[in-house]
């Protein structure tokens, strides 16, 4: 059995994250599913990015199991699982600390749709997963992070599939996507878009918020049946 | 017929954006005009930059119908058609969400003046154009964004060959000039503007702004009759 | 007697401040001690960065008297020196005026602990020494900037080998551990921490702060016999 | 007469700007005196940094004569000149729009000392000048913002020879230092302590600013007869 792909995939994927400035040091992760193998590739655990090589990428399975690989996976490595488990059409995590999408998880509070940068992306503010339970903490605590995600999106009545990024309380975002570069893609956007409504609620505490209808209207320029943006 | 001279222009001006760091992956747009032929040149939709070419900017008529070019153009097109059909003095335009003027964009707040480094470049406030209706969103909303930013001017009894910048609410900024290098120029001088007048207002919320005397001054050093910046 | 070895680590460890971004000109500086010898090796005073090389290296003993090198030792050399006498398992001191972190010793505040970046590394707040009486500034003042570091942390009832930085009232950040490596990483992490608390407190003034439940799960995970980051 | 010595040194100094992020565009200038032949080299104006050359510094007489030179000076030309003439020990001035400096002078704030950073260089807040009365702007408007400095300084009772960095209300900065060195390196000091002071304030608005004794010791350090930082 061959995973040299979804290594090769993840090692490509990791990479990116220190080149768009969104990890210090090995503050971050990301893993690629292969669905028809049931495993994902994701990066060791405390590696520094200049260490990495495809071949370091630990196989683990969708319990958090590793089937292949020398090294310890990302202590992160059981929400990777819980999420790919639960959401069968994503095809790849990534788990940040990027400075200003941390910061909003460190107040507890959602990112609001201040303007058409969050609105291209998604309809809703970014959601911000509640703490957990000192119970929870104590047990299984990476896996109760990811059902503490996926719930959260529940309770909000939000589809993984339209909303792929989210933050979780006191600690970090996490972000998904079909393929590895929309999941990494959607880590840098949090970032921006977190950066612009710090910044927004500074200037102007009272700032108003989107419309309904502009919200609507820039989401459907990119997305759906009557997309406009991108090449087809 | 031969676009090639546009398209060369454009290809360069929309490669300046990453490089002035003003653009996230492809969230900005330059185009640039040919008045006699009536088209102009525009970066094709959703294409990442280390992608582009001269050959892939897309040409278009001033109704905003694609002339020449295998890609879609920018989802933004149809703006940048009515800014040049209504102004007739102006060879290019910049659309960008650079952080800071996008973050004021979404405040719905005019940037005032608060020192030389604004009124070295006009004597107004950066105007910020009113939110759509429902309807001109819902309707042609790209043409309505065009027709708020030149109503907004009128409206503040300014010219659009003295105000070079405009913010859109909720939305992000647009620049403009006779050429593209001063189109480019603007949209950085803009985020500079209003990364330190969100400083300003952190340090000193009740900041004085500055003496009409002083931006009179600053502005005719650099601009008309008896300016002496620069090489003449 | 050779000094190569520490005159070797302690340079490439000051090179590593102006690539992470943690000092301007020759506003910092590291040290790296040899215990079996009673010596260390620090940067010498005031000499830019580039210039360096690991034979300007200056060694000095736990006392701060030079011991070998034809450059007078950065000026903060006692502090060093204090902390080396006192605390029997350190390798490597750091000191910087990193920009957040500086700026939270300019407060006189320790810097909460809102998240799991924060508790990754420590269970306490980041403390801020009081500042010292008129009488040890004007006397031995760097012996006295190592004491006030040292009393601050027992007076927290914190243990050097846990707590590894610490900030010095209207003064700036010093770090250290059992590795030069260590002690440089611990400063970055610590500008790190100090921006996302800034900004934590900037966008919610009211932010909860962690569980004591996740601070201790989070340093467990990395910390102690029942760690599971990184490599065994 | 050959002005080569100055025009390298004016050459080399104003290409530090861009390296050191203090400058976007051509908003900044760096002038170098030669005192026994009574002239001065300075930026030509408008003059992008990436095409200039030390032939094309502009050699400036003690009035703002041009001497030597086929470009026009930079506008702040005069400004540099009385600033010369006042004081007999400068040997070079620099001007930036800095970020954090330029929005202090935005506030018409003083900087206050708030830590050791600042009192490294000077045992003073950094002054900024009063706004100028409309006859003055509309006067000699750079000969005034001179003397507006040289006023300033003197009513606050310091010394440009122990004060060496100023800011202009609703402008920007000014430095100025024995070499082209020490000037450049003001700036980027000033524009330092100007994003820490900002953030000092942002943390803690009631942050109690450096004790007496500390500015004083730390001034002492870098400078006068007992000091011992740097190298003698």
Redesign the interface.
């Known amino acids: 059995m061959s995973y040299h792909h979804i290594q090769e995939l993840a090692y490509e994927a990791n990479m990116q994250l220190p080149k768009l400035g969104l990890v210090?040091?090995t503050?971050g992760n990301v893993s690629v599913v292969d669905r028809s193998l049931g495993v994902f590739a994701i990066k060791?655990?405390?590696?520094p990015y200049e260490e990495l090589t495809p071949a370091k990428m630990v196989i683990v399975d969708l319990d958090g199991k590793t089937v292949e690989g020398a090294?310890?996976p990302s202590?992160d490595t059981l929400t990777h699982a819980v999420l790919y488990k639960h959401w069968p059409n994503i095809g790849s995590i990534v788990h940040t600390?990027s400075?200003?999408a941390?910061?909003?998880?460190?107040?507890?509070?959602d990112i609001p749709v201040?303007?058409?940068?969050h609105a291209d992306h998604t309809t809703a503010g970014i959601p911000c997963a509640a703490?957990?339970s000192?119970e929870m903490?104590?047990g299984n605590?990476e896996y109760e992070t990811g059902m503490q995600i996926i719930n959260c999106l529940k309770e909000n009545e939000l589809d993984y599939e339209e909303v792929e990024m989210m933050l979780v309380s006191?600690?970090?975002p996490f972000t998904w996507g079909k393929t590895p570069a929309k999941a990494v893609?959607n880590s840098?956007?949090l970032e921006?878009i977190a950066?612009?409504?710090?910044?927004?609620?500074?200037?102007?505490p009272s700032?108003?918020?989107?419309?309904d209808?502009?919200i609507k209207?820039h989401f459907e320029?990119k997305h759906g049946p009557d997309s406009?943006?991108?090449?087809?």
């Open positions: 210090l040091f503050f060791p655990s405390g590696v090294l310890r202590s600390h400075t200003y941390t910061a909003w998880a460190q107040t507890q509070r201040y303007g058409t940068t703490p957990m000192d903490i104590k605590y006191n600690h970090a893609y840098a956007v921006s950066q612009m409504a710090y910044l927004t609620e500074q200037i102007n700032s108003p918020g989107l419309k209808a502009l209207k320029r406009y943006y991108g090449q087809s």
